[in-house]
């Protein structure tokens, strides 16, 4: 009886088992379908978070593309076209800024203003320019610039934003904020009627430098345009998709809006247009507001992105647990004969659905840690704290025991450098040495990575091969396995991040997958995070620039302005003076020129630091722009604290400044004025100051001068006399004049000096010593030089087809004909079109051409020689005479100047001089001819210390040449 009740209860077990099974089936497939699904959740969100945060990046980056060019304005106003399209240029938009059709600016015209902008445009050269569309309005807002230039942006060429009404809100917006707006949905100027895509634009307002913005109402009376870009909807939405735009169009459907409701009439992109899905498995809608607009941005799976909710796992498990109850069943049946084996058989079901379990749990986890680390990517501020923010992610979020981030470093070691960290460490890192090369040390998961850039998995410390270097170190710790991600960002390795788990073969196919993602989006984060730091510090030394000199780091002529305003308001208040000193380093373009550019700015900086030391600090010194300093001497001074300050600049440079070796005697020439009583404003006061400088430097430098009214009118005529230059040599209001030159032993003429005069139609015959420096410093030297030697050499032929004897005919070369002329082919011009014989020019050179680049300067000269021309010293003993060059120079004729024969019979050194000139040049070989002699006693002293010839006023002052070739056809000779 027993054994059937026994046998009774037996046969119901299996039914039971099998309905017990298939409970535990449904709930467990159920499970595993509720995680597949939270995991797909998981995911969609990501997806979605990915893309706004894209958007949100990509915007960003345009606007600090606005910024820059705003920047652009900041320092350099106005901006040339030239200069604006060069900068957009460099940006290279196309490979780096998918989306923009280009970067422009709009210019704020008032309507008064209109006639004279559309004039000047034009006169660009853009004859068709015009305002569009056509009207009378009170402001125009015309795009000026917009580059690329091409055909397409050409069309908004002249276009006035401000007619439309969604354009005008965001430039309005912008212009009160003073920050960057987007607009509503537009269709843009640059569309044709084929492929139109709906469109945007990004406003940032450009104000006047150093106009007031405290306020809207200071934003709108200083506003100067708009910097903008213009965007195509889906080619921006092209490239913040980026690499993933395939599979999300293929999974997701992507739709945004304008505006903060999803209405059809404000559709700005549709991923899927022509693709419709009625019952999506997730759906988000998200508003975002984008520099102070709004979008809403709805996203739908698709069935592809659905599909995958068909879980293969929870199917598994469904079948497998069917089949597994009905087996155990059946295996209760066989109890007798297979009762082990049934056991083991359910034990293996159980832990194949564990290990199931496990495998999604950490699937989720890598899931829920890509998420947390793009939140902390797009939260990032500081490239370290990024860092070590994401090893705390990836230990606590994660579940890894030790996180950290190595930098590959391109030294000669290849050194992979430990940045930050997370986690069990113990000092792991410090012990061990890791690099890139390929070595034993470089050959583990981390060195593996970097070199072949892609993810190393060391699934067994304990096995595998490659960690010998490290595996007691990494046992120690617990660490069982690990993988190593290369941080890749556009090409460029930065390094790895690595993670250590507690257990072997802790890393699969998926969870691999997505932290390569996870790794791939920090290298983003860390470029973005330094392209970001690179743009900060482009931005201060932008300000930088704007109102110091770079080199000197003194305030540069903008500052300098301010302080001066500044400072004269409370002068004013005081009914006190202010002094301006503007100081020019006498002599610094010979330094340039002999010890070269670097050692001249090592002479501006050590000149700095002494003019520092006399000045208080209440003053400011300034440096206008090469060797010109101007101090502002904002203190209350009288004359004698203003004398006081110009003596101590003396006495400080009294010691000699040591440069590369060289000991160089440094001065100023200073020139001083007075607030008010010279000028009311900057620009007078500093013009003032610059005139006295001139009286100072021909005064002999290192001087001062205060200013008087007879400086400003001399420089008046100056630059008066300087801007007719260009006239007269176009003009031709040059003419020649030529003094004799005598031999002194038998008063006959040997030859003429042709020294040239202006012939102003106004002012008459103009002397060289007022219009030469003129000239050389302006340039016009090269072209007076060029005619002067051609006219003298067709007069010197003109007297010789006239029968009369050969004579030498000396024309002056200046310095600044060898620097920028080529003065070789112009005299060999200047001979074959006047068919003059080589022999009878004379080439008079001064000594300050040897001060240049002089391996140069002795080439043409040796061609000069070649060419049978000869060559003669001017003015020898007033610069740098030595014999090393007049051996290297081959001449043939030194000329005495006259300063030294006007004190000849007055002073013995004078007549040392003069004697001493003769004698080396007879002991050289060398002609001997002295200038400026005017009495019978100099001509007696010359001839008694057996000077060759001489010129001067004695003979004969410079005259026309009808009246110079009487003298020689009369055979004129003066007394010996």
């Given at each position: ?112 203003e ?14 068709g ?19 690329p ?23 309005e ?57 213009p ?69 739908d ?21 069917t ?31 564990r ?178 730091s ?45 002094a ?6 006498d ?13 001249g ?78 000028g ?12 006295a ?57 040997i ?7 202006w ?19 302006s ?77 140069a ?50 002073d ?67 007394p010996?």
């Open positions: 009886m027993l054994n059937s009740r026994a046998s009774i209860r037996l046969t119901f077990v299996p039914p039971l088992i099998l309905f017990l099974g298939l409970v535990l089936t449904y709930v467990l497939q159920d499970a595993a379908r509720e995680s597949a699904r939270h995991a797909f959740h998981d995911e969609f969100d990501f997806r979605v978070h990915e893309i706004i945060q894209n958007i949100h990046a990509r915007m960003t980056r345009y606007e600090q593309v606005l910024q820059g060019a705003a920047g652009l304005f900041a320092v350099s106003n106005p901006v040339e076209r030239d200069e604006f399209a060069q900068y957009v240029r460099a940006l290279k938009i196309e490979d780096k800024y998918p989306g923009i059709q280009g970067v422009g600016f709009s210019q704020w015209l008032p309507a008064s209109k006639a004279a902008h559309i004039a000047k445009i034009r006169a660009e050269g853009f004859p320019y015009g305002i569009h569309p056509a009207g009378v309005r009170d402001i125009y807002t015309s795009i000026v610039y917009l580059e230039f091409d055909w397409r942006n050409q069309r908004a060429f002249g276009y006035d934003m401000h007619t439309d009404p969604v354009r005008q809100a965001a430039m917006k912008s212009r009160n904020d003073g920050a960057a707006h987007i607009s509503g949905k537009v269709k843009l100027e640059q569309e044709t009627e084929r492929a139109v895509q709906p469109g945007f634009l990004m406003y940032l307002p450009v104000y006047h430098p150093r106009a007031s913005r405290q306020n809207p109402d200071a934003r709108r009376a200083n506003l100067m345009g708009w910097i903008y870009a965007f195509r909807m889906g080619d921006l939405m092209n490239g913040v998709l980026g690499e993933h735009f395939g599979e999300i169009v293929a999974t997701l459907d992507l739709k945004i809006y304008d505006g903060d409701t999803p209405r059809a009439s404000r559709l700005m992109f549709d991923s899927n247009s022509h693709v419709r899905h009625p019952d999506p498995g997730f759906q988000a809608v998200k508003v975002i507001t984008l520099f102070g607009h709004q979008w809403t941005v709805a996203i799976s698709l069935p592809a992105f659905d599909a995958r909710l068909k879980n293969d796992e929870a199917n598994f498990i469904a079948v497998a647990g089949l597994g109850s009905a087996m155990l069943a059946l295996v209760l049946w066989l109890l007798v004969t297979g009762r082990e084996r049934a056991l083991t058989l359910a034990e293996g079901m159980t832990a194949d659905l290990q199931g379990e496990a495998r999604q749990a950490r699937l989720n986890r890598a899931l829920r840690l890509l998420s947390d680390c793009n939140m902390a990517l797009m939260h990032a501020e500081e490239e370290h704290a990024l860092l070590a923010e994401i090893c705390r992610l990836c230990v606590e979020r994660g579940g890894y025991l030790m996180a950290w981030v190595g930098y590959a470093e391109q030294d000669e070691a290849k050194t992979v450098r430990p940045i930050a960290q997370s986690g069990y460490e113990d000092g792991y890192l410090d012990g061990i040495e890791i690099t890139w090369a390929d070595t034993e040390l470089g050959r583990g998961p981390t060195g593996t990575a970097i070199r072949s850039r892609k993810p190393s998995i060391n699934q067994d410390v304990l096995a595998n091969p490659m960690m010998a270097p490290w595996r007691e170190a990494a046992m120690r710790r617990g660490y069982q396995s690990s993988i190593s991600l290369p941080l890749i960002d556009a090409e460029i390795m930065l390094g790895t991040l690595t993670m250590y788990a507690r257990e072997a073969q802790a890393f699969d196919a998926e969870e691999v997958g997505l932290l390569q993602e996870l790794a791939n989006d920090l290298a983003f984060g860390i470029t973005t995070l330094r392209t970001r690179a743009h900060a510090a482009a931005k201060e030394k932008l300000a930088f620039l704007a109102q110091f000199d770079p080199l000197t780091h003194l305030p540069n002529r903008l500052l300098l302005r301010d302080r001066f305003e500044r400072a004269a308001l409370v002068a004013e208040n005081k009914n006190a003076t202010m301006m000193l503007y100081l020019d380093l002599n610094f373009k010979q330094i340039n020129d002999s010890l070269g550019h670097d050692a700015d090592q002479v501006l900086v050590a000149a700095v630091e002494r003019l520092q030391r006399c000045i208080a600090a209440t003053d400011t010194l300034s440096r206008l722009n090469g060797d010109e300093f101007v101090i502002l001497l904002a203190g209350l001074r009288d004359m004698p604290g203003i004398a006081s300050v110009v003596n101590a600049i003396r006495d400080v440079f009294a010691e000699s400044l040591v440069i590369e070796g060289h000991a160089l005697n440094i001065s100023f020439s200073i020139g001083i004025s007075l607030f008010p009583a010279d009311k404003d900057f620009d007078a006061v500093l013009k003032c100051a610059d005139a400088v001139g009286s100072a430097k021909a005064a002999g430098r290192n001087t001062f001068r205060f200013f008087t009214q007879e400086m400003n009118a001399d420089l008046l005529a100056q630059m008066r006399l300087t801007g007719e230059l260009n006239k007269a040599v176009r003009q031709g209001e040059f003419l020649l004049h030529y003094q004799p030159q005598v031999d002194i032993h038998d008063g006959r003429i030859g003429a000096e042709a020294l040239v005069r012939q102003h139609p106004v002012e008459g015959l103009i002397s060289p010593a007022r219009f030469i420096p003129l000239a050389e410093r340039g016009h030297i090269v072209q007076i030089g060029e005619w002067v030697l051609n006219e003298a050499c067709r007069q010197a032929r003109s007297w010789m087809d006239l029968g009369l004897a050969p004579l030498m005919v000396a024309v002056n070369l200046s310095a600044v004909q060898f620097k920028r002329g080529n003065v070789l082919e112009m005299v060999t011009a200047a001979l074959a079109d006047s068919g003059l014989p080589a022999n009878c020019l004379e080439l008079e050179l001064t000594e300050s051409i040897l001060l240049q680049d002089i391996d300067t002795m080439e043409t000269l040796r061609s000069l020689k070649a060419l049978g021309a000869k060559l003669s010293i001017d003015d020898f003993g007033t610069g740098y005479s030595s014999l090393s060059y007049l051996k290297r120079l081959d001449v043939d004729k030194l000329k005495i100047d006259q300063s030294f024969v006007r004190d000849m019979l007055t013995e050194d004078g007549a040392s001089i003069v004697k001493a000139i003769i004698q080396l040049g007879h002991s050289l070989q060398l002609e001997v001819i002295s200038e400026g002699v005017e009495t019978e006693a100099q001509l007696a002293f010359l001839r008694g210390s057996e000077c060759d010839s001489a010129q001067g006023y004695l003979f004969s002052p410079p005259v026309p040449a009808e009246l110079f070739v009487q003298f020689i056809q009369n055979d004129f000779r003066w010996t």
